[in-house]
């Protein structure tokens, strides 16, 4: 029965990642020919919020709480009314700020969103309390869960500013990089590695658990130093510079001993991973040592001003995360569960297209950065980055289709 109600709320986060994709399209669409009806700035804060709230946190929910599932006998409806409020809210956001930017309807549905991934994290942590999860898991989830309540400082503080009528560009900007800082590097990837560590630890196995123990250490202590590196357009103090390069480069170095790890141990083919969530974890794991490596480089002044002044290289990074490290992890680990399946044809071709589609939407933002940082523009690159919206549409769109026709398969194959 709880399989059965989270198979639900994963199609729903699907169907959620559809619509997101489909918003995408649509800015893409802007670039290329104008749509007076359309606010690029509002749709583009809709787009964003959306995928915080209506993709990515409703699927790590399903992820999560089908974990503790397996360690403890709870009844998943206990989380049903926050499950759904949390959707209405991201379904507020994306209807409202379209139409209205930061105003009062959409920053009511943005803070009903925010006190729900309150109640969230309180009720998931008192499971996992008394869940016999291993030591190891329950420390990424917890941190997980307590990072997500911490972004949400950034959120109140720019609530104040802008109820107070106090400007400080650089504070207000600082603010929206704490937020997703926090959200980035601490609620997405620790959730996303408590995952990995359930489903490549053989249980209370203390070798693997180890790995992961050590791992872990290193991203929690330098998750607050490397705040920083989001920061150095600031001019911070030098020592400071030296501290969040450092916490850079030791998580770099962490998460590609920690890739070694698995490579030599076998760990994808000794605990049954799936061929298809074999491809998407790679994948996500390069893009994650990509990630690592330009906020490692970001701490070089010299690199700084390229890595903060041009917005396509801006643009390239947070999906290079969002797409490429988070959502290939989350819809592996959807689909590693059985809550999503790709036993019909158009869920593979879905699956095929949107990994394609997403590989070749980098590549593209990556070749617009460079150009950008020479003053140049490559002739073709926004009717190609369209045509990679569409593609991206359609894979997520016959993914969903196949789970539909599909008949419930809720253990893995």
């Known amino acids: 029965m709880p399989d059965r109600i989270l198979s639900r709320w994963a199609k729903l986060s699907v169907f959620n990642l559809m619509m997101l994709a489909a918003v995408g399209l649509i800015l893409r669409f802007k670039i290329i020919l104008p749509l007076p009806a359309v606010h690029q700035k509002y749709l583009l804060h809709a787009h964003s919020h959306f995928a915080f709230a209506g993709w990515v946190s409703q ?40 139409f209205f930017g930061y105003a009062l309807p959409s920053i009511f549905f943005s803070t009903l969103h925010v006190f729900m991934s309150y109640l969230f994290s309180w009720k998931a942590w008192g499971d996992i309390g008394r869940s016999s999860l291993p030591g190891g898991i329950t420390s990424w989830f917890k941190a997980a869960l307590a990072f997500n309540v911490l972004s949400s400082a950034g959120t109140f503080f720019l609530a104040w500013m802008m109820s107070t009528g106090y400007h400080d560009q650089d504070l207000y900007i600082g603010a929206i990089y704490f937020y997703l800082h926090f959200q980035y590097n601490g609620w997405f990837l620790f959730a996303l590695l408590g995952m990995a560590a ?17 791992v872990f250490r290193v991203f929690f202590i330098t998750a607050f130093p490397s705040l920083f590196l989001s920061m150095l357009w600031m001019r911070l103090p030098t020592v400071i510079q030296i501290i969040a390069a450092s916490g850079a480069i030791l998580s770099l170095a962490s998460a590609a001993l920690y890739i070694w790890w698995i490579t030599k141990a076998g760990r994808w083919q000794a605990r049954g991973i799936r061929p298809v969530v074999r491809r998407l974890w790679g994948l996500a794991l390069i893009a994650l040592i990509l990630k690592l490596m330009m906020q490692s480089v970001s701490a070089i002044p010299a690199v700084s001003p390229f890595a903060f002044g041009y917005r396509p290289i801006v643009v390239g990074y947070l999906h290079l995360v969002l797409l490429g490290f988070v959502s290939f992890g989350l819809l592996g680990g959807l689909l590693q569960t059985g809550l999503l399946s790709i036993h019909r044809r158009r869920a593979r071709i879905g699956i095929g297209l949107f990994i394609i589609g997403v590989v070749l939407n980098e590549v593209l933002l990556m070749i617009q950065g460079v150009a ?23 894979g997520v769109a016959l993914l969903l289709i196949g789970q539909m026709q599909s008949k419930q398969n809720l253990s893995p194959d």
Do not use: C
């Open 198 to 214: 359930h489903f490549l630890s053989s249980g209370h196995d203390q070798i693997s658990l180890i790995h992961h123990r050590f």
């Open 59 to 98: 699927g790590l929910i399903v992820i999560i709480l089908w974990i503790i599932s397996r360690y403890l006998k709870m009844d998943v409806n206990r989380y049903r009314n926050i499950f759904l409020l949390s959707q209405g809210s991201a379904w507020g956001m994306l209807l409202t700020f379209p």
């Open 372 to 394: 950008s940082i020479r003053y140049e523009s490559v002739p073709g690159v926004p009717t190609l980055l369209f045509v990679m919206a569409v593609w991206i549409f359609f």
